[in-house]
C-alpha cells in the first residue's frame, strides 16, 4: 500500500469497525452458545463461521485500500450493471427459502445480491452527480435518472419478493435531500407513512358513520392546508379565512345535531376539505399561484394516498405482512403467531435491566425462545446479557460510526466522494433505526441485519465493502486537491 495516502486513512472509523465487528462475533457466539461445545472459534457453530467471514471481510478490505481510488469512479456503472444482472438471475435461479428468492447458493455457500448491490447503487449514484454540470434541480431528466438508479434495484428485489432489503435503498433519498431536492419531499414521505398508521390502526372504530382513521386524515389534511397556507405560502389573511369557514362549517353540523339531524362524515367532511381548496385554487387567480398550487397538490396526494390504503394494504401486501404490522400497531396481540419473535424479543431485552445478565448467562436467548436470535433479533442479546449499559453502548458505538462517515462525506473535494459518503451514511441509518425498532417492537419485523452484529457474510461483506471503498476514497482526497 503506497505510503503517500496510508497516513491519511481515517484510522478513527477503522477502529470503530473493528471494536464494532469484534462485539458482534462475540454477540452471535452469545446468541448461539452451545453448552455442550463452548468455543468460539469451532467452525461448526455460528460463532466460528462468524469469525471466518470476519477475516476473510478483513482481507477484502484490504484489497479494496490497494485499488487506485479512480477505478471506483471509472467503473461505477459497469458494477452497477453487473449487479443488477446477477439480481436478474437470482430472481430465476435462486431456491426458495422462507417465501423469497433471493439467495445464490453455490454448494456449501450461498450469498445475497441484495446486499451487494447496496454499494453498486451507491457508487452509481455517486457517479452520476459528480459528471459535468450536473445538477438535480437544473431538470427533471436529472430527477428521473437519479430515481432510475435507485428504483430498479428496488423493483428487482421485490420481484424476489424480498420486501426489508428493497425498502433500505429508499435511503437513499436522504442523499438526493442532501444534494438539493426539496425537504417537502420527505415531508410527504413522512406524511404518508402517518396517513397509513393512521388509516389502518382506526379502520375499525366508527365516527360520524365513517371509519375513525378516514375522518382523522381528512381532518389532518384541513390542518395541513391551513399550516401550509400560514407558513409555506404567507397567506396569513386567507389562513384566516379558512379557520372562520371551518368553524362556520362545525357550528352548522352541531346545529343540525341539534335538531336530531346528523349528516354522515363522508358527506361532510370531504365536502369541507375541498371548499376549502377551491378557495385556495381561487387565490391563484391573484398572482404568486406556485405556493398555493403546492398546498392544495400536496392535500389532493393526501387524499388520493388516504384511499388507496385500503386497497394496497388487502391487496399489495402479503397475509404475513399485513399480519406483522397488525401486531407492531396493536390490532391483534397474536403472541404465538407473527407477534411471538417481538414478545420474546422485549422479554430479554427487559429481563437484562440496567446491568445486564452478564456474558452467557442470558436465559431467554440459551434456551432460544426468541427465534432468529443471532440474525435479525440479536439485538435482544445485548440487551439480555449486557442490559440498558450495554445496548446503549452499542448505540454510541454506531452514532459515532455514522457522525464520522458524515464528516468525512463534508471534506470531501469531490461530489463523487461526498455523495457516495452519505449514500453510506444513509445505508447505517435505515439498518439501525428498523432493526432496533423492529426488535422492541416500533417496527414491523422485515427482516433488517443489525450491521457487522447479525449473523451472515453477506451483511458483513457489504458494510464492509461499503465503509472501506469510502476509506479509500477519502485517504487519497489530498492527492485529488494536488492535481
Not at 450536473?134 to 428504483?151: G, K, M, Q
Not at 435491566?353 to 443471532?374: A, C, D, I, R
Not at 452499542?394 to 457522525?403: E, G, P, R, T
Request: proline share 4%; with cysteine; aromatic share 14%.
Amino acid at each position: 500500500m503506497p505510503t503517500s495516502y496510508v497516513r491519511y486513512i481515517d484510522w478513527m472509523s477503522v477502529g470503530l469497525y473493528l471494536v464494532l465487528v469484534v462485539a458482534g462475533v462475540f454477540s452471535v457466539y452469545a446468541a448461539s452458545y452451545d453448552f455442550d461445545n463452548a468455543s468460539i472459534f469451532d467452525f461448526n457453530e455460528f460463532s466460528g463461521k462468524q469469525v471466518r467471514w470476519i477475516f476473510l471481510a478483513l482481507g477484502l478490505a484490504l484489497m479494496i485500500m490497494l485499488i487506485d481510488r479512480r477505478m471506483y469512479e471509472t467503473y461505477a456503472y459497469p458494477i452497477y450493471l453487473t449487479l443488477l444482472a446477477i439480481m436478474v438471475v437470482t430472481i430465476f435461479v435462486a431456491p426458495d427459502i422462507k417465501g423469497s428468492r433471493s439467495w445464490l447458493v453455490f454448494g456449501p455457500v450461498s450469498f445475497q445480491p441484495a446486499e451487494f448491490g447496496k454499494f453498486a447503487t451507491a457508487l452509481a449514484l455517486a457517479k452520476l452527480f459528480s459528471g459535468y454540470q450536473f445538477r438535480l434541480n437544473d431538470s427533471h431528466t436529472n430527477y428521473l435518472r437519479a430515481l432510475a438508479i435507485i428504483f430498479v434495484p428496488i423493483a428487482l428485489i421485490l420481484a424476489q419478493r424480498e420486501t426489508g432489503s428493497a425498502l433500505a435503498y429508499l435511503s437513499l433519498f436522504f442523499v438526493l435531500y442532501r444534494e438539493g431536492m426539496s425537504g417537502l419531499v420527505l415531508l410527504a414521505a413522512a406524511g404518508a407513512v402517518i396517513i397509513f398508521v393512521v388509516a389502518v390502526k382506526y379502520a375499525g372504530t366508527m365516527f360520524m358513520d365513517m371509519p375513525l382513521g378516514e375522518a382523522a386524515v381528512i381532518i389532518m389534511l384541513g390542518l395541513l392546508l391551513l399550516g401550509m397556507l400560514a407558513v409555506y405560502c404567507h397567506r396569513v389573511k386567507a389562513a384566516r379565512n379558512v379557520v372562520l369557514f371551518y368553524l362556520g362549517a362545525a357550528a352548522v353540523a352541531w346545529g343540525l345535531h341539534l335538531l336530531a339531524i346528523d349528516i354522515p362524515g363522508r358527506y361532510f367532511l370531504p365536502p369541507v376539505l375541498a371548499a376549502s381548496c377551491v378557495y385556495c385554487l381561487i387565490l391563484c387567480l391573484r398572482g404568486d399561484s406556485k405556493p398555493l398550487l403546492v398546498t392544495v397538490g400536496a392535500v389532493m396526494a393526501g387524499v388520493i394516498f388516504l384511499y388507496s390504503v385500503n386497497y394496497a394494504f388487502t391487496s399489495v401486501l402479503q397475509p404475513h405482512h399485513q399480519q406483522r404490522i397488525k401486531v407492531t400497531l396493536g390490532l391483534e396481540e397474536d403472541r404465538l403467531g407473527a407477534g411471538y419473535n417481538v414478545n420474546q424479543s422485549k422479554i430479554a431485552i427487559g429481563s437484562g435491566g440496567l446491568t445486564g445478565k452478564g456474558f452467557l448467562n442470558g436465559t431467554q436467548t440459551k434456551l432460544k425462545y426468541v427465534p432468529e436470535q443471532h440474525t435479525d433479533f440479536i439485538y435482544c442479546t445485548i440487551g439480555e446479557e449486557e442490559g440498558f449499559i450495554g445496548s446503549t453502548a452499542v448505540l454510541l458505538l454506531f452514532l459515532a460510526l455514522i457522525l464520522r462517515v458524515i464528516h468525512i462525506a463534508e471534506r470531501q473535494p469531490t461530489v463523487f466522494g461526498r455523495v457516495y459518503a452519505y449514500c453510506v451514511a444513509s445505508y447505517f441509518i435505515f439498518h439501525l433505526a428498523v432493526n432496533v425498532g423492529m426488535v422492541i417492537g416500533l417496527c414491523p419485523v422485515i427482516g433488517i441485519p443489525l450491521p457487522f452484529f447479525s449473523y451472515g457474510g453477506s451483511s458483513l461483506w457489504s458494510f464492509t465493502i461499503l465503509l472501506f471503498i469510502l476509506l479509500r476514497i477519502d485517504a487519497s482526497r489530498r492527492e485529488h486537491l494536488t492535481y
